[in-house]
T-cell receptor
Framework: AQSVTQLDSQVPVFEEAPVELRCNYSSSVSVYLFWYVQYPNQGLQLLLKYLSGSTLVKGINGFEAEFNKSQTSFHLRKPSVHISDTAEYFCAVKPNNAGNMLTFGGGTRLMVKP | GAGVSQSPSNKVTEKGKDVELRCDPISGHTALYWYRQSLGQGLEFLIYFQGNSAPDKSGLPSDRFSAERTGGSVSTLTIQRTQQEDSAVYLC?????????????FGSGTRLTVV
């Protein structure tokens, strides 16, 4: 079984500041990793994913994430945030050998202030 | 269709009534998933369909919850005798399966309020 922990339920940050949203996972097998974003009153949208290869993954809207196998982490970063980045961010994992279900973390609410 | 469509977008119902939530996945997507998002909570897995069969129903919280999928396409999630704790956003997602999953496409959800 897999589990995902997003340590911060809320992250307030000022506009144009850098941000890091933390994600740690637990799994007995190798996994694929995902970040989703949910804007107010909308469904979830895929930001980026790690399947294999380079551990630094770039996604939409200037976000990137780095897979660290030894620390079982997949933290999401953006060097300069905008007001429009205010949203809920979810980290998710899936075993890369079988199964279809994504396991999600509890989410982190990013609040960008002017 | 172009995306995953869910209806209704909002539903207010009285406690004890039955409700049906509909999900129309992306054409050609063989896998379909239902999740529940309660206020301030993460995503809670409910049920997964591969084609018309449901190999994983482990997340359904009680026997008041059921789901079906017909024609390998549209799915309906039914909640009988609704309770106030059923109030949540119900999200549907679909993916194209060929032995691997590379992420889902989500619908915008149905916000269910039980009063």
């Amino acid at each position: 079984a897999q589990s995902v922990t997003q340590l911060d339920s809320q992250v307030p940050v000022f506009e144009e500041a850098p941000v890091e949203l933390r994600c740690n996972y637990s799994s007995s097998v190798s996994v694929y990793l995902f970040w989703y974003v949910q804007y107010p009153n909308q469904g979830l949208q895929l930001l980026l994913k790690y399947l294999s290869g380079s551990t630094l993954v770039k996604g939409i809207n200037g976000f990137e994430a780095e897979f660290n196998k030894s620390q079982t982490s997949f933290h999401l970063r953006k060097p300069s945030v905008h007001i429009s980045d205010t949203a809920e961010y979810f980290c998710a994992v899936k075993p890369n050998n079988a199964g279809n279900m994504l396991t999600f973390g509890g989410g982190t609410r990013l609040m960008v202030k002017p | 269709g172009a995306g995953v469509s869910q209806s209704p977008s909002n539903k207010v119902t009285e406690k004890g009534k039955d409700v049906e939530l509909r999900c129309d996945p992306i054409s050609g997507h063989t896998a379909l998933y239902w999740y529940r998002q309660s206020l301030g909570q993460g995503l809670e897995f409910l049920i997964y369909f591969q084609g018309n069969s449901a190999p994983d129903k482990s997340g359904l919280p009680s026997d008041r919850f059921s789901a079906e999928r017909t024609g390998g396409s549209v799915s309906t999630l039914t909640i009988q005798r609704t309770q106030q704790e059923d109030s949540a956003v119900y999200l549907c997602a679909s993916s194209f399966e060929q032995g691997q999953t590379y992420g889902y496409t989500f619908g915008s959800g149905t916000r269910l309020t039980v009063v």
